[in-house]
């Protein structure tokens, strides 16, 4: 089956549709975005809580519970409020190693009314996994479930 960011998009539209809550709109994100992508072996949230990101609703291996703003992937996304699309996560300086499995990693912050809410983490075993598709594709999901928040 040919992975199509059009039908993951609908599918989180279809689960998202009479939903508001933000921790059962990210736990249904993070497993469709599982269950979508190939070739990742991670896929979840971090919440922005006192000035650091909390791990949220994922799928894939334990991992890191705290990351400080500017600290690793996340935390840069977090902290410069850009996707970060990171072709080998060994060469990132600073990188925080939660699973040594993952080889390259996207990271879109989740930015509401100006305020970080938190990041959408996807993480692959592939270096180079992610490319400006993904951006796209990860930047449109992250905007839905943004949207999703509306009430």
């Known amino acids: 089956m040919m992975f199509s960011y059009d039908d993951l998009l609908s599918d989180l539209r279809g689960l998202f549709e009479d939903e508001r809550d933000p921790i059962a709109n990210a736990a249904n994100a ?3 975005i599982w269950q979508y992508l190939p070739d990742i072996n991670w896929a979840g949230f971090y919440f922005l809580k006192r000035g650091q990101l909390v791990l949220g609703p994922f799928q894939g291996k334990a991992a890191c519970v705290r990351i400080p703003i500017g600290a690793g992937v996340c935390g840069t996304a977090a902290a410069t409020r850009q996707t970060m699309v990171v072709r ?3 060469e990132f300086p600073g990188h925080i190693a939660c699973d040594s499995a993952s080889s390259s990693e996207i990271v879109i912050p989740l930015i509401r009314n100006r ?3 938190g990041v959408l983490d996807i ?3 592939s270096i180079g996994r992610f490319g400006e598709a993904d951006r ?3 930047e449109a999901v992250a905007a839905l479930y943004l949207h999703s928040l509306d009430a």
Request: aromatic share 0%.
């Open 115 to 117: 305020r970080v809410l």
């Open 123 to 125: 993480d692959s075993p």
């Open 30 to 32: 993070a497993a469709t």
């Open 136 to 138: 796209v594709g990860c």
């Open 88 to 90: 080998d996560v060994h």
